[in-house]
């Protein structure tokens, strides 16, 4: 799999997935109402969590993205958005066993968006198989701040 730790290759992944994660931060942070109405009908958080979850989300999102393309806290920011990716893949795996029809509010909050199902469950998973690769690749040479993979870069033993 040395293929997978080219440094193009990385670099290209680094980007698509912050991209992916600035997009999908963009439409929640200029309608904050919308993104909480589809926080809501996933029906996995309390009431009073909604509106907290709903702001603080997309910025997050935001955050994790362009640290991701710039590769500044590169570490931190594939280990969250790994994070976010596992609990989006269970809030819709919830979904979907529930029989529950509602639009992810993944890319937007307009009542024209994607259904929470399949399409969105392989969509999160192979953005989660890419943030895993990034995580054990590591930023790159390409990153602002660049830190090492802490696969590639064991210690040499000690003795």
């Known amino acids: 799999m040395k293929f997978l730790r080219n440094e193009w290759i990385c670099l290209i992944g680094r980007v ?22 589809a926080v809501h009908n996933y029906r996995v958080l309390p009431d009073s969590l ?4 709903a702001l603080m989300l ?5 955050l ?20 976010l990716l596992v609990i989006f893949l269970v809030a819709v795996c919830i979904t979907i066993a ?3 029809n509602i639009e992810c509010g993944c890319f937007t909050v307009s009542a024209h968006g994607r259904q929470a199902g399949l399409s969105v469950l392989i969509q999160d998973a192979g953005l989660l198989l890419l943030t895993l690769n990034a995580l054990f690749s590591g930023a790159g040479k390409w990153a602002l701040a660049s830190t090492p993979s802490p696969v590639a870069s064991t210690p040499a033993p000690l003795g």
């Open 16 to 37: 698509i997935l912050g991209g992916v994660f600035v997009y999908a931060s963009w439409d929640k942070i200029l309608h904050p109402d919308g993104f909480a109405h």
């Open 50 to 53: 909604i509106s907290l979850f």
């Open 58 to 62: 997309p910025w997050l999102e935001l």
């Open 64 to 83: 994790c993205g362009v640290s991701l393309i710039l590769g500044l806290r590169f570490q931190a920011a594939a280990t969250l958005s790994g994070g």
């Open 98 to 100: 529930r029989g529950i």
